[in-house]
C-alpha cells in the first residue's frame, strides 16, 4: 500500500507539499498539483482519514443517537437526514437506542471516541438521567429534534405538537363534529403528551366535553390503534369522529372499523398525525397533520455545522409549523352548519 512518503518521490516534491495538495490549506502551483494529483492516481494512493481527522481536527462525520430507524416516522426523517449529510459532505452514524439508557451512554461514549464533529439526538423522551449523560457531553457541538424544551448546552428543534393537535381537532370541529374520541400516544412522553393537550385545548375552546371511554392512550403502533379503536367501539355511544395522534395508529384504527363494518368517513371520520409516506393510499387516504420530514432534517444540519463550523456556543432554537393535509376520511359531521 502506497504511503505519503512514495507519492511525493513519484512527484518529485515533499510529502509537505502532499499534504497541502489533499487538504487544501495552502497555495500550490497548478502545474505540482498536476504532478501530485498524478502520482495519487498512478499508486492508487488514499489518504488515512484518521491522520487527516487528526491533523484538519474534524472527521466529516455526524452522530445520530436515536430511539429507532423502524418508526416510520422516525425511518423518514433518519432517511432525510442521511440525505442531507451525504449533500454536504458528510457521513452518518446512527446508534438506535430503543431508549434504554445502558444503550444511550455506549453509544455517546462511541461517537465521543470516534470524534464525531457533532451530535444529533432524536429520542422521543428526555427523562432527567438522559439530560444528565447529554450535558455530560457538551463539549461536541449538539442538536436535539425532538424536544420542546431549551437547554443551555444543545440547540433544538419545537416541534409544535399542541398545535398540531389543536389544528386536527379544530379541523374536525369546524366540519360539524362535536362528539370526537382519540387514540393518543404515550401520555408520559413529550410528543404525545403535547399532541392530546392540543385535541383537549381545541374541545374547550369550542365547549365540547366528551365522555371518558373516548379517551384512549396507547403507543405509537398499529395494533394499539386497533385495540383502542374496538375499546371506543364498545362504549354506550359512538363517536362521530376520531383524532389519532399518529399515522400509525390511525392504520390500525382503521382496520379495526373495516373489521366492523364501518365505513370511513361515512359512519366515521379519521384524522392522523405525521403524514408518513404512503399515508395518501390508506383506505380511504388520510387527512392528517403534516410534520416537514425534509425541512426538519436540513434545519437540524445546517444549525449543527453551524454550530460546528462557527465556533458558535449561544444555544438556537427554531419551531415547526405543522399543516393539515386534507384527503378522503373526513365528511362532514350532524353539526355542520349549511
Given at each position: 500500500m502506497a504511503t505519503i512518503k512514495d507519492v511525493a518521490k513519484h512527484a518529485g516534491v515533499s510529502t509537505t507539499t502532499v499534504s497541502h495538495v489533499i487538504n487544501k490549506t495552502r497555495f500550490v502551483a497548478e502545474d505540482?498539483?498536476?504532478?501530485?494529483?498524478?502520482?495519487?492516481?498512478?499508486?492508487?494512493?488514499?489518504?488515512?482519514?484518521?491522520?487527516?481527522?487528526l491533523k484538519v481536527n474534524s472527521t466529516n462525520t455526524i452522530g445520530l443517537l436515536a430511539t429507532s430507524s423502524g418508526s416510520p416516522y422516525f425511518a423518514e426523517v433518519i432517511?432525510?437526514?442521511?440525505?442531507?449529510?451525504?449533500?454536504?459532505?458528510?457521513?452518518?452514524i446512527l446508534c438506535n437506542t430503543q431508549n434504554e439508557l445502558e444503550k444511550q451512554e455506549a453509544y455517546l461514549a462511541m461517537l465521543a471516541q470516534k470524534r464525531v464533529d457533532g451530535l444529533l439526538v432524536m429520542c422521543s423522551e428526555y427523562r432527567p438521567p438522559l439530560l444528565n449523560l447529554l450535558e455530560n457531553y457538551h463539549h461536541i457541538p449538539m442538536m436535539v429534534m425532538d424536544w420542546g424544551k431549551h437547554s443551555d448546552f444543545t440547540d433544538n428543534i419545537e416541534d409544535n405538537g399542541c398545535h398540531g393537535g389543536y389544528l386536527a381537532t379544530r379541523y374536525l370541529i369546524e366540519r360539524g363534529h362535536r362528539d370526537i374520541a382519540t387514540i393518543t400516544g404515550q401520555l408520559n412522553e413529550f410528543t404525545?403528551?403535547?399532541?392530546?393537550?392540543?385535541?383537549?385545548?381545541?374541545?374547550?375552546?369550542?365547549?365540547?366535553?366528551?365522555?371518558?371511554?373516548?379517551?384512549?392512550e396507547a403507543d405509537f403502533q398499529p395494533c394499539d390503534g386497533y385495540k383502542g379503536m374496538m375499546k371506543i367501539l364498545q362504549a354506550k355511544k359512538r363517536p362521530t369522529a376520531l383524532f389519532c395522534g399518529g399515522d400509525v395508529i390511525a392504520m390500525g384504527a382503521l382496520c379495526a372499523l373495516g373489521e366492523m363494518g364501518l365505513r370511513v368517513p361515512e359512519d366515521i371520520s379519521v384524522i392522523g398525525y405525521d403524514n408518513i409516506r404512503n399515508t395518501n393510499y390508506y383506505n380511504p387516504p388520510l387527512t392528517t397533520i403534516?410534520?416537514?420530514?425534509?425541512?426538519?432534517?436540513?434545519?437540524?444540519?445546517?444549525?449543527?455545522?453551524?454550530r460546528i463550523i462557527n465556533k458558535r456556543e449561544i444555544c438556537q432554537s427554531i419551531e415547526l409549523h405543522p399543516e393539515l393535509v386534507e384527503r378522503s376520511s373526513v365528511t362532514d359531521g350532524p353539526h355542520r352548519k349549511k
Open positions: 505540482t498539483k498536476a504532478a501530485v494529483w498524478a502520482a495519487i492516481k498512478d499508486l492508487s494512493y488514499s489518504p488515512s482519514a484518521v491522520a487527516r481527522s432517511q432525510a437526514v442521511e440525505a442531507a449529510c451525504y449533500k454536504k459532505g458528510y457521513t452518518l404525545g403528551r403535547e399532541r392530546h393537550n392540543g385535541f383537549l385545548q381545541a374541545l374547550k375552546e369550542a365547549e365540547i366535553t366528551i365522555p371518558d371511554e373516548w379517551i384512549i403534516q410534520q416537514p420530514k425534509e425541512g426538519l432534517a436540513e434545519m437540524a444540519l445546517d444549525m449543527l455545522l453551524d
